[in-house]
């Protein structure tokens, strides 16, 4: 499927938008999607059925440009011999029955002349006389840009002075491939075979393999030279064939050259390879961070515990016990280091920095909660069980040691009671006697009294519970934050494979368009001794 060139360059703009505001491109990546070369033309005459040969003079200050025009006119339409620095004005001129629709976008009319003439031998053509490319002033440039895109053909004016010209010649080097061009070696009564020859040699490298120049004399007017020539090639070359053809041609330079612009910014985008070493680069980030983070922990892990332990009854009461400090400036500043470090380094692996840091911005904002969440709850867990395995175990034990040790004891005093009782009542001997009251009753007690003490003992430090509730809190806090970083990395790594594959798309849609004309310079003829590839 074929794409309409408007079409394609909005896409690309909208992507490039869309890529900006995301931090994947720059502004100025943005910006030469956006310049005026790229611009579709948009018709700026009407002619009936068709449009006319749009034809502007173009050069270097006082080579003879607005001369040239009022040549043709056979007046002064123009404003020639403009004192330097420079001449302003656009001067428009062509026949009656072609009118203008719409200048381009953000000219100002005021410095637009426009003069008709009722030739109806070039009434297909649409002469321009275009400000002097070689000013100072950016106005001037800018103006002569904004036509640039809407001229079909353009005749580089030249004079004996000034034919090195270094910035029209720029222009010529840029937009070359852009449009048709014809050569005029103005002023050439006082011009040098030599210095024709240079012309010729220059163009010849700009790619013009026979380029055509005309020599002209304006002023005064001189009837030998090839002013006429120049008129009647045009008047030949203004048919709507070579206007389509043109046309066309126009497109396909400007759809290269979006496919061309869209490639360069590709780059900047990071690579396959950068992306897949991001989430290595942050493990071994992340094993050095972690590592001090956890060693500058221990003594704020200790102060809150030991306020644990002392508050333990508060942490229902008061709720805010829930909010012991551990995340200070100095945990922050050590994540901030880390997350800046790692950023660092995938930028120089070659991914943007702007769209990492756009990731990762929510996780050095939620740190602080992660921590004191996960801490608070590991402490509150450990509280509620305090002491290792073991340790219960045995307390367990000693528990019921306290309950089952007397009683077994009190029945075994009850049992020698009642046989002494009974042996003392058949033998008639001695009862019990005081020995075994006092012995019987320490047994008791101390069959009480050992496991009750072994209780007290052996209950675990509430400051030691905190610390492990602590410890184990923020290390699943630390492994929180690392598994945030990870997956904020899996979304880099997405977006990054959809900006390529959305430019990469787009710029399959630059190469699908169609060879509806034959390219002009495949012809043989004068017009394919005006183009350069
Ligand atoms: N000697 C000579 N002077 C010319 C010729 N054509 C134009 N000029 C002069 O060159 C100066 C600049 O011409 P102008 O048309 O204003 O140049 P522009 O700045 O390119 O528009 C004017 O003083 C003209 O009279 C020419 O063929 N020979
Ligand atoms: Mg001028």
């Not at 006082?62 to 011999?81: D, E, F, P, Q, T």
């Not at 002491?387 to 528990?399: D, S, Y």
Request: aromatic share 8%.
């Amino acid at each position: 499927m074929a794409y309409d060139y408007s079409d394609l360059l909005k896409n690309a703009q909208r992507w490039a938008e869309q890529a900006q505001t995301t931090g994947w491109i720059n502004q100025d990546s943005l910006q030469t999607l956006s310049d005026v070369e790229l611009q579709a033309p948009t018709a700026l005459f009407d002619f009936g059925q068709s449009r006319p040969l749009i034809v502007a003079f173009m050069g270097g200050t006082g080579v003879g440009k607005s001369s040239l025009l009022n040549r043709l006119a056979g007046k002064a339409i123009a404003k020639a011999g403009v004192e330097r620095p420079t001449s302003r004005e656009v001067t428009l001129y062509h026949h009656q029955s072609v009118t203008l629709q719409h200048l381009p976008a953000q000219f100002p009319v005021t410095q637009v002349n426009i003069a008709q003439h009722q030739d109806d031998t070039s009434q297909h053509i649409v002469w321009i006389d275009m400000p002097d490319i070689d000013s100072n002033e950016q106005t001037n440039k800018h103006q002569v840009l904004q036509w640039l895109p809407h001229i079909d053909l353009l005749i580089y004016v030249v004079s004996p002075e000034r034919y090195r010209d270094n910035k029209a010649w720029q222009l010529l080097l840029a937009e070359g491939g852009k449009h048709a061009w014809l050569f005029v070696f103005n002023q050439w009564d006082r011009g040098q075979t030599e210095q024709y020859q240079d012309f010729i040699q220059q163009l010849q490298q700009a790619g013009f393999n026979e380029p055509i120049i005309f020599k002209t004399i304006c002023d005064p007017v001189s009837l030998s030279d090839e002013f006429e020539l120049l008129k009647s090639t045009l008047v030949t070359l203004a048919t709507q064939h070579t206007i389509e053809q043109l046309e066309q041609r126009g497109l396909q330079v400007r759809t290269q050259e979006l496919s061309k612009r869209l490639q360069q910014i590709i780059p900047k985008l990071g690579d396959v390879g950068a992306t897949q070493q991001l989430v290595g680069l942050w493990q071994q980030q992340w094993q050095r961070s972690s590592k001090l983070l956890q060693q500058g922990f221990v003594w704020p892990i200790q102060q809150a515990a030991s306020y644990y332990a002392e508050h333990t009854a508060d942490l229902i009461t008061h709720p805010s016990m829930n909010q012991v400090v551990l995340w200070d400036a100095w945990a922050q500043s050590r994540l901030d280091d880390a997350l800046d470090e790692f950023i660092s380094n995938a930028n120089q692996l070659g991914m943007p920095a702007t769209p990492i840091r756009q990731q990762l911005a929510p996780i050095r904002e939620q740190a602080e909660k992660i921590i004191r969440d996960q801490s608070a709850l590991a402490v509150r867990e450990a509280l509620a069980n305090p002491g290792n395995l073991a340790q219960r175990l045995f307390l367990k034990t000693m528990r019921l040691a306290e309950i089952l040790l007397p009683l077994t004891v009190m029945a075994w005093v009850g049992y020698q009671v009642f046989m002494g009782y009974y042996t003392s009542n058949i033998t008639h001997s001695q009862y019990l006697g005081v020995d075994f009251a006092i012995h019987s009753t320490l047994a008791i007690a101390l069959s009480w009294l050992i496991p009750f003490f072994v209780i007290k003992k052996a209950q675990p430090s509430l400051k030691k519970t905190a610390i492990r509730g602590l410890n184990k809190g923020l290390n699943q806090a630390l492994t929180t934050l690392e598994i945030s970083v990870s997956d904020a990395i899996t979304v880099i790594v997405q977006q990054h494979a959809e900006q390529i594959q959305q430019s990469l798309e787009i710029i399959q849609q630059c190469s699908q368009q169609p060879e509806k004309t034959r390219q002009p310079t495949q012809e043989k003829g004068p017009l394919a001794r005006m183009l350069v590839d």
